[in-house]
């Protein structure tokens, strides 16, 4: 290459290098406020200089508790990480940041350089083949498991029917009929969880909605002698949601705090309240609480991973799972508030 056709190199300002990252990148203070971004950045997300990172990216007026940025200002290294942030349209992404230290001439860190790069459709591909194989490991486990119980079920329908005792032949059914609920329950889950699969969106009221969900499980909670209380606001005006996947959601999360009432012993008396309210002017929630035995800090941290459970052999993880890509498809948000002994609620929130 001569150096006539090398000059124009020469001409590039150290702007326009960055303008043309296909990146974001952002230099921010020890505030965590954005002191310059690149074009990229300003693409998507406009002009945020003398913003803080943490309100633009993720929408809220709280400081990320793994910080990348911040690490950098105190111990003066490059930390890397993985962050979900909300672009203008309320899609999250997921990004693997960068941050390095900029010095000044007595070597104090001045300002941290950070680079976000989208890696949606590797995660997505990586996650969809993980899925895909960890589900027919749960669902061959689980349904062995269930066909095996339908099985005594049967057998006891057979011999109630034998010796003319419908006591027994009822208690046969109930065994069959749970067990064809539980295999209808974790084939749905795994179906949800294996392929995403393209929102249907429609008309409806958010009370209706859990109206229908809580009805799905009022003899469930019977049996278990547990109250299911729904507490749904009627005025709540029409808003457009996928119905299937909204019940499936409110099921899973109903399903659950049934069970964590079930599997507490330490208390008499259980109770799941089912909510539909206003979350503010612009948003509404779905509420779902339990006063059961609550969770540990572990267990909170880890429930929307894959396959996570701490119901040992009687769980998939498959649940919790399904309710966060839901959420997600509707561009929402989930909130969880746990108090061991005291009980946990999970909260989702949607724009009305």
């Not at 303008?19 to 952002?26: E, Q, S, V």
């Not at 999250?92 to 949606?120: D, H, Q, R």
């Not at 010796?163 to 749970?178: E, F, P, Y």
């Not at 208390?267 to 509420?287: C, G, I, P, Q, W």
Request: glycine share 6%; hydrophobic share 40%; proline share 3%.
């Amino acid at each position: 290459m001569s150096p006539s056709d090398t000059s124009q190199f020469y001409d590039l300002t150290f702007k326009s290098v960055l303008d043309a990252l296909p990146c974001y990148l952002t230099i921010q203070d020890a505030d965590l406020n954005i002191l310059f971004a690149n074009q990229t950045f300003r693409n998507d997300f406009g002009d945020a200089v003398g913003k803080s990172c943490y309100n633009v990216f993720q929408g809220t007026e709280h400081k990320c508790r793994k910080c990348p940025v911040q690490k950098s200002f105190i111990d003066k290294k490059v930390h890397i990480a993985e962050e979900t942030i909300l672009l203008k349209d309320g899609s999250a992404n997921e990004m693997i940041v960068y941050s390095a230290p900029l010095f000044n001439l007595t070597g104090n860190v001045t300002a941290v350089i950070k680079m976000l790069t989208n890696v949606n459709m590797i995660k997505e591909v990586q996650k969809e083949l993980v899925t895909l194989g960890q589900s027919f490991a749960v669902l061959t486990h689980d349904l062995k498991n269930m066909l095996e119980v339908l099985e005594g079920g049967s057998y006891v329908i057979e011999e109630g029917i034998k010796d003319n005792d419908m006591a027994l032949t009822s208690k046969g059914w109930q065994i069959v009929r749970k067990n064809i609920h539980e295999i209808s329950r974790v084939t749905q889950n795994i179906l949800y969880s294996a392929k995403e699969r393209p929102p249907t969106f429609q008309k409806v009221k958010p009370s209706e909605i859990a109206r229908r969900a809580v009805a799905l499980f009022q003899e469930k909670a019977g049996n278990f002698e547990i109250q299911l209380i729904s507490q749904l606001n009627p005025a709540l005006p029409y808003t457009t949601m996928d119905v299937p996947s909204i019940v499936r959601m409110l099921s899973n999360l109903i399903w659950n705090a049934l069970e964590a009432c079930d599997q507490d012993k330490r208390k008499t008396s259980h109770s799941v309240f089912v909510r539909a309210e206003f979350y503010n002017k612009d948003f509404y929630m779905f509420e779902v609480e339990d006063n059961a035995g609550g969770m540990d800090k572990s267990t909170e941290e880890n429930l929307f991973e894959e396959f996570f459970s701490n119901k040992g052999d009687s769980g998939t993880g498959l649940g919790l799972m399904v309710v966060d890509r839901i959420v997600k498809n509707h561009k929402g948000k989930i909130e969880v508030l746990t108090k061991p002994e005291i009980g946990s609620l999970f909260r989702t929130i949607f724009k009305a």
